[in-house]
């Protein structure tokens, strides 16, 4: 198919490239036409736009729309910073994307005259009129797929439609309203956090991520909720469409003799529990009818209506589209008992089925978002995820790379794990080089130069003071400070606490490995060039309680035998919770004591403070650290550095709002080389800090 035939009265291609160019801010990114169905997307890997021809053939307004659409992501969407498990959460993306989709859309409005119109035009054209109401088209194709709309597809609709409208749609399902009640607040504020419209890098990524961080720990929650009771329904539908089925096959099976030895040979329990159901059937066939009856004497489509005729004529199984919260309280109920009495074995089953179904409604919705936001690579659909799994296991070759991969990682985990006599000495050894290189280069920062030059202030001398000397006329109380002396310069005074979060989350990624690598070489970089330090961790005890461990103390000047035996057990300490603001403030204490001009408190952590309670108590913990921080930035001269490891916005965002100077490091494998460079920025630049 030609182009022109593709796209009707729409501008060609090469027109509708230089548009996504100039909305995006990206002369390199490529616009191509893709397969029909397979939906428009913009490519991250690739740095292109995909059009899906279906969408464009009676509707030029919506190509134009769709590609400044996609260029707006281009232009402000980043998503490098969310973890690819939390891509693949079910529900997720479909949030996400909806959000960031209304986020974009306020952009390109506020940029360009006339957009706003293609969008309210584009808007209108995606509803169709079904059962007396409007549907969008992808609700549409989950209706005729499931039979009915779970409430996280009824949600995601209400919320576009609030974008747009301004309102939402009148008599909703209470769970649905209630859902939207709580998180429009927190919607609205993420549609709004775009960047100004000639952005810089740092000011998108910054907008990208306060949405982001609203989603997920605001609005996420709550979605969740309804995702909960739509995995509760469906399990119950796959649940009695099955017993459907099953009294459907054993109807007409062996003779009646046959059929009558079977009943008296079931006990007594089985007989009740299939008659239990049988009763339940009926009654849920009885009421679908109904149902499907009144739907008759509204404005319902001919297709309703086809329905119910067949249904009439019992050509087709009235459940074999059937919504379990549709039917009454008692009759939900009962089945909801008839579920709970199943064995565990089969009540997983039914809840992976309604795992799997759902996820299959996800894929849909997400194929028909204009904005879907995910490297085919990288964030796959969950169909695509479980084809992939799929092949992976049928690969004897796979399996065997795996085995080793993961005997590897045993291994390295046993070799890090080792006596901690042994665990210094192997992270020693393996960072001498830079810990030599490090050394060299803070001598020369540190030493003065070893010239004699002449100082003033000295009862007598080899020189005169000028200066002094005019000053005397006036003030003779300074007669003993008159002469220089020729003296070497003194070395600059430092002090530095290290304090090095061993919660239970710094076990994961490497991070409490290359913590731990870090401290040795900080370790053994200060003692060689008499740098006053203490080293400190925290976390807490099996009670809960806070937990502090000094490994080396000021008092100790000699870095022998047994502080390194003390700092390689760090690697198993803690593994509890975060009690940031306690271990901060005991480290304050701790070097007010031991003072020197410059002094620094640089923090190792992964993130969040975290204690094993409540919400309310845990934001108190927030708070309690960032006053903590807040007080010590303002009345004490101690200089507060935290670097942060691993990928968590809410802890980069945590971490950015309450130190004066952080760095974030997504791979921890970077932490020496970092903490190189930083000990040598603070020694050559201390004011900077």
């Given at each position: 198919m030609k182009e022109r035939e593709i796209l009707g009265q729409s501008p060609p291609l090469n027109e509708l490239r230089l548009i996504a160019q100039i909305i995006g801010f990206d002369f390199d990114m490529n616009l191509v036409l893709g397969e029909p169905g397979k939906g428009s997307f913009f490519d991250w890997r690739e740095n292109k736009i995909t059009l899906d021809p279906l969408q464009f053939t009676e509707n030029p307004i919506r190509v134009k729309e769709t590609v400044a659409h996609e260029g707006g992501h281009r232009a402000i969407s980043r998503t490098q910073f969310i973890p690819d498990e939390i891509w693949q959460e079910f529900g997720f993306s479909s949030l996400f994307n909806t959000v960031e989709d209304c986020r974009v859309d306020n952009w390109l409005a506020t940029k360009y005259e006339g957009v706003k119109n293609w969008q309210n035009a584009v808007f209108e054209s995606q509803f169709v009129k079904e059962g007396g109401?409007?549907?969008?088209?992808?609700?549409?194709?989950?209706?005729?797929?499931?039979?009915?709309?779970?409430?996280?597809?009824?949600?995601?609709?209400?919320?576009?439609?609030?974008?747009?409208?301004?309102?939402?749609?009148?008599?909703?399902?209470?769970?649905?309203?209630?859902?939207?009640?709580?998180?429009?607040?927190?919607?609205?504020?993420?549609?709004?956090?775009?960047?100004?419209?000639?952005?810089?890098?740092?000011?998108?990524?910054?907008?990208?991520?306060?949405?982001?961080?609203?989603?997920?720990?605001?609005?996420?929650?709550?979605f969740k909720r309804l995702l909960e009771k739509d995995l509760q329904n469906e399990a119950l539908r796959q649940m009695i469409r099955e017993f459907s089925?099953?009294?459907?096959?054993?109807?007409?099976?062996?003779?009646?003799?046959?059929?009558?030895?079977?009943?008296?040979?079931?006990?007594?329990?089985?007989?009740?529990?299939?008659?239990?159901?049988?009763?339940?059937?009926?009654?849920?066939?009885?009421?679908?009818?109904?149902?499907?009856?009144?739907?008759?004497?509204?404005?319902?489509?001919?297709?309703?209506?086809?329905?119910?005729?067949?249904?009439?004529?019992?050509?087709r199984d009235p459940l074999d589209q059937l919504d379990p919260s549709k039917l009454s309280q008692n009759l939900r109920n009962r089945w909801k008992r008839i579920f709970e009495k199943l064995p565990t074995s089969e009540k997983e089953r039914f809840e992976e089925q309604a795992q799997e179904t759902l996820k299959g409604i996800e894929d849909i919705l997400n194929l028909r978002l204009r904005g879907k936001l995910r490297n085919p690579l990288e964030h796959e659909t969950h169909?695509?995820?479980?084809?992939?799994?799929?092949?992976?296991?049928?690969?004897?070759?796979?399996?065997?790379?795996?085995?080793?991969?993961?005997?590897?990682?045993?291994?390295?985990?046993?070799?890090?794990?080792?006596?901690?006599?042994?665990?210094?000495?192997?992270?020693?050894?393996?960072?001498?080089?830079?810990i030599d290189k490090t050394v060299e280069e803070l001598e020369r920062v540190l030493e003065p130069n070893q010239s004699l030059r002449f100082k003033s202030g000295f009862p007598n001398g080899s020189r005169l003071d000028i200066t002094k000397a005019m000053q005397f006329e006036a003030d003779s109380t300074i007669y003993d400070k008159l002469w220089q002396r020729k003296t070497l310069p003194q070395r600059r005074d430092y002090r530095f606490y290290l304090l090095v979060d061993l919660s239970k989350t710094m076990q994961t990624g490497g991070k409490i490995q290359e913590t731990v690598k870090g401290i040795v070489f900080l370790t053994e970089v200060f003692q060689r060039v008499s740098l006053p330090f203490e080293v400190a961790g925290f976390s807490t005890f099996q009670d809960d309680s806070p937990a502090y461990w000094i490994y080396k103390d000021f008092n100790n000047n000699e870095v022998d035998s047994q502080t390194r035996k003390s700092i390689g057990r760090m690697i198993s300490h803690g593994q509890g919770w975060t009690p940031t603001s306690e271990a901060t403030r005991r480290a304050i204490d701790r070097l007010n004591k031991h003072k020197g001009k410059n002094n620094f408190l640089i923090t190792l952590t992964d993130g969040l403070p975290q204690m094993p309670t409540d919400e309310q108590e845990e934001v108190k913990e927030f708070h309690r650290t960032a006053v903590l921080l807040a007080e010590a930035k303002k009345k004490s001269d101690i200089k507060m550095i935290a670097i942060k490891l691993g990928q968590d916005p809410e802890g980069d965002a945590f971490i950015q709002s309450n130190y004066p100077f952080y760095l974030i490091l997504s791979h921890a494998r970077e932490l020496s080389t970092t903490l190189a460079k930083l000990i040598e920025d603070i020694l050559k630049n201390p004011m900077n800090y």
């Open positions: 109401q409007l549907l969008t088209l992808e609700a549409q194709e989950v209706l005729e797929k499931l039979g009915y709309l779970p409430r996280f597809t009824q949600y995601l609709y209400e919320l576009k439609k609030f974008w747009n409208k301004g309102k939402f749609s009148a008599n909703l399902p209470s769970d649905i309203s209630q859902a939207l009640k709580e998180t429009i607040g927190f919607a609205k504020k993420a549609f709004q956090e775009y960047p100004p419209i000639f952005p810089e890098e740092s000011e998108i990524d910054a907008k990208a991520r306060s949405a982001y961080l609203i989603t997920r720990t605001k609005i996420w929650p709550i089925n099953a009294e459907k096959n054993k109807g007409g099976k062996g003779s009646k003799r046959e059929q009558d030895q079977n009943q008296k040979e079931r006990s007594q329990k089985e007989q009740q529990s299939e008659k239990e159901i049988s009763q339940a059937l009926k009654q849920t066939k009885k009421e679908e009818r109904r149902r499907k009856s009144k739907e008759k004497g509204s404005p319902a489509s001919q297709k309703v209506k086809e329905e119910l005729n067949s249904l009439l004529q019992g050509e169909q695509e995820a479980k084809k992939r799994k799929m092949k992976e296991e049928l690969s004897d070759q796979k399996e065997k790379e795996i085995t080793l991969w993961l005997s590897g990682v045993k291994s390295q985990l046993e070799q890090e794990r080792k006596p901690p006599d042994d665990v210094y000495d192997h992270y020693y050894q393996e960072i001498l080089p830079l």
